[in-house]
């Protein structure tokens, strides 16, 4: 049976990260980086209570992924989903959190939250076992990879015919290269396991295209990259394989300080 899908970034960016998905009326939270309240306010803004989330997916233990993970689940008693490494890291910090909210997930092994199959998938970041997500019910499918130094085979293949995609468009290399960032930290998100650039998220985009319909370009980050700068690298991607945009294709930036316009698909 066909189920209404609903996505939504709420805020996305080395900032805070949080987006909403719904299928029916299965709705989950991925990460939970801003404080509870700027959360609470955000879900409230497109019509969400967070006591009706079916949980809380959790790709990695960085500050800016959980911020707001230990308030938000201890007031709405909400499950938290993450993997056993994640938990290692971020679970000591969470000392609010009840046994039975600690729920545990392996990589590549697939599971069901209401009527929603998740499927966590490894991805190439410096945190303790850091996931993307591919969310999928009623023959409609939500990817997730942000924060992943490059797109491997295993990305691509995941990611690979998603209604809607949330993958990072983290710096332009050369604002990187010329900015104001210590050397050790330019070399940490440059790196393998750091953040995509624009340039090889354009790469991953034009691999991706012909399966695509809606691509959000996330985790921007504000000292080393523009919105103009990561939308037109994806763009030249999509041109250069001829997908029209706004028909074959709908390409948005996912912002750090506002919700993005929502996506809703019957
Ligand atoms: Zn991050
Ligand atoms: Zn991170």
Redesign the pocket.
Known sequence: MPLQLRFCSLFSGSSGNASFVSFGETALLIDAGLPAKTLTAALDAIGVSPSDLSGILI??E?S??VRGLETLAKRYRLDVFASEGTWDAMGPRFPGLLPRQRREFRPEEDFYIGQVNVLPFEIP???AQ?VGFCLEAGGKKVSFAT?LGHTSREVIDRAANSDVLLLEANHDVEMLKAGPYPAMLKRRILGNRG?LSNEACALALQKLLPGLKYVFLGHLSRENNAPELAYAAAEGAALRLGARIGSDIFLSVAYPNRTAEPVVLA
Do not use: I, K, Y
Request: a negative charge; hydrophobic letters at 10%.
């Open positions: 790709t990695h960085h800016d992924h970041h410096d945190a850091p924060d953040h």
